[in-house]
């Protein structure tokens, strides 16, 4: 049975806003990516998950327990960064941590004093007067400190810089190594690709595409940047049998559309060329996510 199981899941707050039928299912160590614009159902399914949101129809299931029924019992279990944050009244971050700690019975502080130091946060400052950053550091400590096998993340790197994001991304990926599942949701595509299994694209509330994301940068249609010598190969080159996605003459450079099947061919066609440079254009999540929406 799946860890995290999302079976026909509806909340319907009218006008086309919510999550109509969704269903998803995240297996034991998998890290799973959920990516749509804002204000397309994210957040909503994730309040689910947590119980924060009653369902109108369908279950979500979380390690065989009920999202709604048995929430309090998965709160312990799960690590969880929300998407918008609201501390509770408490003096300073250190403070808010121990008091955390306190209802997780954690004692050993050994691993949030790690993610701490590796988000380079000051938990002594005044929690109300922390920027947007400083929160976010804090309520990412705050889920990774119980060292939880099942991690919920509601856009986690809203608010970090480049530099913290990366740090970011090296803790989820110590986490995957130990096995953990996570489930993410995030606008930010890179991040995505680089650390998840699979990605589900949700639009409107409905979910239209669930991938692997070795999949998506293995896609067997290519795209090859061509510059050639001279304006003379160019013009030849164009009479040939590919499809171009665009046409650079100011350049010379020509990108080709090429299938997998086809790329001998291509190959060879050129050996007749000559050509300053040739390069794969990489596809990527967010070139995926685009042609879909």
């Known amino acids: 049975m799946p860890l995290i199981e999302i079976e026909s899941v509806t909340k319907d707050y009218g006008e086309g806003r919510g999550n109509f039928d969704v269903s998803l299912s995240i297996e034991k160590g998998e890290v799973f990516g959920f990516v749509g614009t804002n204000g397309a159902g994210k957040t909503t399914l994730i309040r689910q998950m947590m119980g924060f949101l009653k369902s109108d129809k369908g279950h979500i299931r979380i390690n065989g327990l009920d999202a709604w029924s048995q929430s309090a019992d998965i709160k312990k279990l799960v690590g969880y960064v929300p998407g918008e944050i609201a501390f509770p009244d408490a ?8 008091r955390q700690a306190e209802l997780l019975g954690l004692t050993d502080m050994t691993y949030a004093d790690y993610v701490t130091a590796k988000l380079q946060l000051d938990p002594t400052a005044n929690l109300k007067r922390m920027s947007k950053g400083m929160k976010q550091k804090t309520a990412i400590v705050a889920a990774f400190m119980a060292d939880s096998e099942i991690l919920i993340m509601d856009e986690p790197t809203t608010g970090l810089d480049p530099l913290m994001r990366a740090e970011f991304v090296d803790i989820l990926t110590d986490e995957k190594a130990k ?23 949700i639009k409107d509330g409905r979910i239209i595409a669930v991938k692997s994301t070795l999949e998506i940068r293995h896609n067997q249609d290519k795209v090859y940047k061509v510059e050639f010598t001279s304006a003379e190969d160019y013009k030849l080159f164009l009479a040939e049998a590919f499809e171009y996605s665009e046409q650079r003459e100011d350049q010379n450079q020509v990108l080709v559309n090429v299938h997998d ?17 040739i390069t794969e254009i990489k596809y990527s999540l967010e070139k995926y996510f685009k042609s879909l929406y």
């Open 91 to 98: 003096p300073t971050g250190t403070e808010f941590l121990r």
């Open 179 to 201: 096995g953990k599942t996570m489930f993410m949701s995030s606008h930010m595509f890179e991040e995505v690709e680089d650390t998840c299994d699979k990605v589900a694209l």
């Open 261 to 277: 099947r086809d790329i001998d061919r291509f190959l060879h066609v050129l050996k007749d060329y000559h050509i300053k440079f």
